[in-house]
């Protein structure tokens, strides 16, 4: 069994930090974190990528397990997000409701275990020209563990939220992943070459987590008016190379869709990821488990409405 980066022990000291009590399990077959919630209602355990299962058989006990601690913690519902494909069907037999994505149901991976050479090939020539080339065109990629250089991050990040509409999480929240070895902060500066008065000024940055066997591109932004700089692309194949240095197996893109819609919201980022090589992972998605069931009722009934509050709120 090889949990995911958000069932770690990273993951859970950073959460604790963050105030929330954490419980954790292992069975034979399955083991988990799981995060205890609030909502107006009352609690509920969440467990992003979980259970850790070591095969689909497992899966009845560790949902048993699940319940059990979810009863004792008088919560409403548990939420599972298990890494073994079920189908819905599948998990609708233990009582499991779709729900919301909260972390994506699919996502994009590139095996660091190729050589170099292999990599290089696979991001493409256009991208590695741009990154190769990045000190001629005036850019240069750093790195930094400062959460006073999260405002950089933020301004393109906002940025990007507004163009696609989603809504962003809170800055501090970022700023204190910063504080915790996992996470590090790339920015792509940019001094005009042909002006030997230029300022260097910062257009692009992305965080990347780390985790035991894996680096993540978790989450990204540029300045749109530099997009032809292609500060997007050159930081990404920075991490790739900088994981692919550290010994890690696999670097993951996080999150695509499998939509074949171009006019999916995710259709362009998607499109982006998968040029620079890789193959796709499939996971089960987001499932609740109602413990408390007229509770969990009411909650679904309000959460609409709760989430086009926030969305009026943040506008």
């Not at 729900?99 to 090939?121: G, V």
């Amino acid at each position: 069994m090889k949990p995911h980066f958000l069932q770690s022990r990273a993951w859970e000291e950073f959460q604790r930090a963050e105030g929330f009590e954490i419980f954790r399990e292992k069975g034979k077959n399955y083991e988990f974190m799981a995060i205890l919630k609030p909502t107006s209602l009352g609690n509920y355990l969440f467990l992003p990528y979980g259970p850790t299962l070591k095969d689909k058989s497992a899966l009845k006990s560790a949902i048993s397990a699940i319940k059990k601690l979810a009863g004792e913690k008088k919560c409403i519902f548990a939420r599972i997000e298990p890494t073994i494909p079920f189908s819905a069907a599948e998990l609708k037999k233990f009582g499991a409701k779709k729900s919301h994505h909260i972390d994506p149901e699919h996502t994009w991976a590139l095996d660091l275990a190729q050589t170099e050479e292999e990599i290089a090939q696979s991001i493409g020539k256009n991208k590695m020209r741009a990154w190769k080339n990045r000190e001629v065109k005036g850019i240069s990629v750093r790195t930094s563990k400062n959460p006073e250089d999260m405002k950089i991050f933020f301004k393109f990040y906002e940025s990007v939220a507004e163009k696609d509409n989603f809504q962003t999480n809170e800055r501090e929240y970022l700023e204190n992943q910063l504080k915790f070895d996992f996470a590090t902060l790339y920015i792509a500066d940019f001094k005009d070459p042909e002006d030997e008065n230029a300022k260097k000024i910062p257009i692009g940055a992305t965080i990347m987590y780390a985790g035991k066997d894996a680096c993540y591109y978790a989450y990204a932004g540029a300045d749109y008016d530099y997009r032809k700089k292609e500060a997007g692309a050159i930081l990404l194949t920075q991490m790739i190379f900088d994981a692919k240095a550290a010994g890690k197996k696999i670097f993951d893109f996080w999150g695509i869709t499998a939509s074949e819609d171009p006019k999916d919201p995710w259709a362009g980022f998607t499109k982006f990821k998968k040029s620079f090589g890789g193959y796709q992972i499939d996971y089960a998605g987001t499932y609740d488990l109602p413990i408390d069931r007229k509770k969990y009722t009411l909650y679904s009934l309000l959460r609409p409405i709760n989430k086009l509050r926030r969305k009026i709120t943040r506008h």
